[in-house]
Every structure is written in C-alpha cells, then in structure tokens.
C-alpha cells in the first residue's frame, strides 16, 4: 500500500456514513438492547417478599409513581406500581433490603461497555475493511488486493514451451532477438568486451504478425522468467496508480534477473506527451515513471524490455532514445513463403489430407496475417468437421479463405435472373480485363455466389511471386482491371449499377496514391503531398499541401480512373465474344476456376 495517494472523496463519505450509523444506535438500539429484563408484579407480591426479608435493593420511584425492586441474590429486576402506604418506610426498614433513590443498574455494565464501545468499533472496522476492498476492486481488477501492485502474469520456465521454431516466417526479426538469447544464456562475453546489450527492444508491425509470440520465445529459448503485461493496464482511476505498477514490476524483474519484461500494446502508455491542457496525467506519470525505471538500472543487470505496438509513430521520442528502446525489430507481414511456413506450423495441429499444396494456399492468401492464417486453418478443420471428414482438404482450405475474405455463402440470397446475369458480367469484366493486360496477375477463380460480406461475387486473384516493387504501368493496370466490372456492365447493359462501390473506393485510392505519394504524375513531379499517418493500421493518409493544389490533385485523380476506364473499355470492346461466352458459362456454374476461365479464353 506505499506511497499510494489515498482517495480523497470516498472517504470522506466513508466516515460520515460510519458517524450516522453510531450516533443511529445509540440513540436507537442502545437503550433497548442493554435494558435487563424487568418482570412486573404486583404491590401484594412486594409486601410479602419485604415480609418473607426477600428484598435485596430498593428503589422508589416517586415521579414515575413505580417501585423497583431485585430478590435477595440480585438475579432480577421488579417493578410494582405505588400504592398509599404510609408504613413503607418502616416495612422496608425491617424486611432489611437497602433502599434509597437510585440504587438498581437497570443495565449491565459489561454489556452496556459491550454495545456502547465495542460493537461500535468492530462495525467501524468491518465497513472499512468493505469499503477498502471494494475501492481497490474498482481501481485495480479483481486481483488487485494490493493497492498499485503490478499484476504482470508471470511465467518461469520456458514460456508454454513457445521456441523460435513455432514462429515461422519473420527470420529477421528472429535472427535481431537471437542475440538477446545469445546474451541471456552467456552475458559475461558481452560483459567481457564491454559490450551492452539494449535495455529495451521495441517490435513495431502490423497486429497478428507474431509479436507476442517472438517475445515469448524469446522468454522460452532462453528459459529465463517472462512477465507479460499490456499497457492499458497501467493506466487507471487514480493518478499515481500506474507509476506504482511500473515500479513493482521493475522490482519483481529485478529480483528475478535475468529475466524478460514484455509490455505489449505499449502505445496505451507511452503516447507522445502534448502540451495539451487537461492531458492525461496518470498516462505521463506512469509514462515518466518507465522512463525512470529504464534509466535507473544500470547496464548489463540482464532484465531485457520488449515491448510491442503497431502504432510506433505514436511513441514519445523519449521513449525511443538510446538507452531505453532504442532497437527497433520489424515484424512485418509474411511474404509468400512467410505464408507457407506459418500455415505449415499450425497444420501441424490438425490431421490433414495426404495432397494438400500450401503453396497454392499462401498465394491464395496474399496479404493475410500470420493470426490470419492460423484462424484461416482453423476454419478449415472446423468445415471438415461440418462435413463429416475425417481429415482437412484442400477445398476446405481454399473455401476458408474465402470465408476469412469474404464471409460465408448466402445461403438464402435469391439474385433476380438480371441481377445474376449482372454479376456474371461484372466479374468477367474484371478477369478479362485483368488477363488481357500482360502484368496483371492470372485469375484464381471468379464466383457469383453471394457472400455474409455483402459481396455478390468476386474475382480472386493471385500474385505468382512477391512483389516489393510496383511499376506505374502495374498500378495503371490494377486501376484498369478495377473498373473492367463497371466497364462490361455499361457495355452489355448501357447502364450502371451500385455494385462497383468498392471497385470504386480502391480504385481511387490507388490513384490518389500514385499522384501523391508515389510521385507518378507529370506536373507535382517528386514532391510527397501527402503523409501517412498510420502505417501498420489501414495507412490512412494526410494531405499536406495548399487548398490550390488539393484542387489540382482531385482532377488529376479523376483523369487517371478515366484513362484506365476508357482503356477497360476498349480492352472489353475487342473481345466482346470472349467476354460474352465466359460470363454466359460463369453464369450457369456459378463459380469457375482460373483453367477454366484461361481454356475459353485461349480456344
Ligand atoms: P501480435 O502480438 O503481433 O498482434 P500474436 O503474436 O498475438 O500477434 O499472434 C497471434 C496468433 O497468430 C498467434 O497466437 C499465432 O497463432 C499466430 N501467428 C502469428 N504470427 C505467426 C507466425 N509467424 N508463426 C506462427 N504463428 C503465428
């Protein structure tokens, strides 16, 4: 409980509701619950004990006009009304009983000391014991028993057994993180030649790449303690909380050394500081406080911080100066053969169909994360069990990724004859125009079955290698390939549908990028005019220049969708016949490969 700024308001209301509450009994319950017994009589009952010399205490009551009374041994308290009596001074005097005014306790001491002293102080502390324990419920989780503890999940030894061989893919990353192992397991070479290893390392990539996971075997090749926390649950309700936090877990790190610290999501806490009025103070202080941690530990006392984020442009600069993270491990998104190696690691838990051909399902699955991938698998295994199989094929896997892209079949989604007949047409008019153009990447499969995701049909499309360059023809191509749907739909139909509403949004994105980031337009030449902001997060972008050229921009922008529209057009114009018969063929199986789709398209 140190060093913990008490909360102020609560208890205030705390002792008040504590002061009612006795003022309440005193008043109230005392006067009833201490009063003894008293059994009433009557007056005959009274003279004969005083003749019987039964009397023990006396006490007349004159203005209440009642007489109490106890027996010999005191044991009970009577009371009789007063009658006339002009002889009771003298019967009382010869029955030998004391009397006088006020001789009879009607309470017990012990238990009047009981109720008035003792219970009070007992309720007092129980409520607060309450009370405390539900403030720092509320302020802590349900294990915060502890005001400011830091609660990290801790794991010793070999974190669930995760080596760097369950990682697949990300070999850089792995090969940056095998040093760390290298010094944990040995760090009297470093030491040796005065070597330091970086206190902080920091993972920046996109969400579901492996992060976690590379921290953790890390933790496991080095079999060294691991204690995971989020960012987010440094910061809370009072001011000063997280700080704590932050130093109990540099503490029990420290105790444990060597071992590994991993903050993921550090962003929630370690945001750039505004100067901003009304900031969030317990973000700074716990922020301030990490950075305190980091600086007071010297080198070399083998407590390595990992932290991770998809946001890095969002960390303050102190944060990633030299000496805290001052390294920097990309974990980006696998490529084609990150993709086949993770989808291999997690097919290892499920019992799989002789001929399964990975490589076609990482090109499927162009783009797809490694958490992706393994939800992709799952799905697969899932859908062998919905069917009855004993073992997961290759069409469980392909339709899983389609689910993973697109959601699943509609199964009750009835298209009007048109409309199908539409939607034949529409992705038609993509592959044709997508194969008709040498660059763009052959046609996996094109369908007309609606999906959960409001799509009524797609074509997939699948890149043959990685791709790190893009050409400006590549990308006109892809803009052109974008609008072949709307293309064939004006074409064959003479009129529009709301179907392209997607085509449309990437196809301007692709283009606005290419004017204003990429450089590909004659009159900005190589002037970035816009930035992007959010790199791991969907890229949002920018602008960065004068309203002048925003206009400029904007009509540039629909030149190019236009050009590559026209030339959708004009590819689609030529092979009418083509375009014809396949969507008449699409149009009766509703889904057809890409062989089917190249063989008509070749005859
Ligand atoms: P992040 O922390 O980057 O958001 P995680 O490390 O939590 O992502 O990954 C989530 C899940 O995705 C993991 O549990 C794992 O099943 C899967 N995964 C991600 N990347 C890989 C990879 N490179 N190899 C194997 N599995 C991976």
Not at 74 to 90: E, F, R, S, V
Not at 137 to 162: D, H, L
Not at 263 to 288: C, V
Not at 578 to 586: F, M, N, V
Request: aromatic share 6%.
């Amino acid at each position: 409980m140190k060093e913990v700024p008490k909360p102020k308001k609560p208890l205030i209301f705390y002792y008040g509701a504590v002061l009612l509450v006795l003022m309440l009994f005193n008043l109230l319950a005392m006067p009833w619950l201490a009063q003894r017994q008293i059994r009433e009589v009557d007056y005959s009952t009274f003279i004969q004990m005083a003749d019987d010399r039964e009397l023990g205490q006396v006490e007349v009551q004159q203005e209440e006009n009642q007489i109490l009374f106890t027996d010999k041994d005191n044991t009970a308290i009577y009371k009789t009304g007063m009658m006339p009596d002009p002889d009771l001074t003298q019967r009382l005097d010869e029955s030998g009983a004391k009397f006088s005014g006020q001789i009879i306790q009607q309470t017990n001491p012990i238990l009047s000391f009981l109720l008035s002293w003792v219970l009070p102080i007992a309720v007092f502390i129980a409520i607060g014991q309450y009370m405390s324990k539900k403030l720092m419920e509320r302020a802590g989780g349900p294990n915060a028993m502890a005001f400011g503890k830091s609660n990290a999940k801790v794991y010793v030894q070999s974190t669930q057994g995760i080596k760097f061989a369950d990682v697949a893919g990300e070999d850089e990353a792995k090969e940056s993180l095998s040093e760390v192992v290298d010094y944990l397991h040995d760090p009297g070479k470093y030491r040796a030649i005065g070597a330091a290893m970086p206190k902080g390392i920091l993972l920046v990539g996109p969400p579901g790449t492996g992060k976690t996971m590379l921290a953790k075997a890390v933790a496991g090749e080095s079999n060294v303690p691991f204690f995971s926390m989020s960012g987010s649950e440094f910061v809370e309700m009072f001011v000063g909380m997280g700080a704590s936090k932050v130093r109990d877990l540099f503490r029990q790190a420290k105790e444990k050394a060597p071992c590994i610290v991993f903050i993921d999501e550090i962003d929630a806490i370690g945001q750039k500081r505004d100067g901003r009025l009304g900031g969030n103070d317990e973000r700074e202080q716990t922020l301030n406080q990490l950075l305190t941690e980091m600086d007071g530990f010297e080198e070399n006392t083998s407590v390595i911080i990992l932290a991770a984020t998809n946001r890095p442009e969002s960390l303050d600069p102190a944060l990633t100066r030299p000496g805290r993270f001052d390294r920097r491990v990309p974990v980006e998104l696998p490529d084609l053969a990150g993709r086949e190696a993770i989808l291999r690691v997690h097919a290892k838990k499920i019992r799989l169909d002789g001929q399964v051909d990975f490589g076609r399902v990482a090109r499927m699955a162009s783009g797809a994360s490694g958490a992706e991938l393994a939800n992709i698998v799952n799905e697969a295994a899932l859908r062998a069990v919905r069917g009855g199989r004993a073992s997961v094929t290759q069409a469980d896997l392909e339709e899983s990724i389609e689910v993973v892209i697109a959601g699943y079949q509609k199964k009750n989604a009835i298209l009007t004859d048109r409309e199908k007949q539409i939607v034949a047409y529409h992705e038609v008019g993509h592959a044709l125009v997508a194969a008709k153009q040498t660059n763009s990447a052959p046609v996996q499969k094109i369908t007309i079955v609606p999906r959960t995701s409001g799509a009524l049909g797609y074509t997939m499309q699948v890149e043959e290698g990685n791709h790190y360059l893009v050409s400006q023809e590549e990308l006109e191509n892809k803009i052109a390939t974008l609008t072949g749907g709307r293309a064939a739909e004006e074409l064959v139909f003479r009129s529009a549908s709301t179907g392209a509403s997607n085509d449309i949004e990437q196809a301007t994105k692709l283009a606005r990028g290419m004017i204003t980031r990429y450089g590909m337009s004659e009159d900005f030449d190589m002037v970035a005019l816009e930035t992007v902001t959010n790199q791991y997060l969907g890229g949002d972008a920018s602008l960065a220049c004068s309203a002048d050229t925003q206009t400029e921009i904007d009509r540039q922008v629909v030149a190019l969708v236009k050009k590559q529209h026209a030339k959708a057009a004009r590819i689609l114009t030529e092979n009418r016949e083509k375009l014809d018969e396949i969507a008449r063929y699409l149009y009766e199986k509703e889904t057809i490969t890409g062989e089917e789709f190249m063989e008509i398209l070749n005859r």
